[in-house]
């Protein structure tokens, strides 16, 4: 079952397949094999900054519920 937590990641994911399927189309696909470390480096702090939003995001959706109640 898909959560509403899984949908930025997918979000992520689905971007990073745009973006490669872009550099294999323009032939510039050597920029990140050339470049493996800094762009999994990226990567994976892109998706502590989408997790930590997501959590926040959660977080401040369970305060204002709770102030209704």
Request: no cysteine; glycine share 6%.
């Amino acid at each position: 079952m898909l959560s509403k937590q899984r949908i930025p990641d997918l979000a992520v994911i689905a971007v990073l397949g745009l973006l490669w399927a872009l550099l294999t189309y323009t032939g510039n696909i050597g920029i990140i094999s050339d470049y493996l470390f800094f762009f999994l480096l990226f990567m994976y702090f892109v998706g502590r900054a989408v997790t930590w939003y997501v959590i926040q995001k959660h977080a401040e959706d369970q305060e204002n519920n709770d102030d209704f109640n």
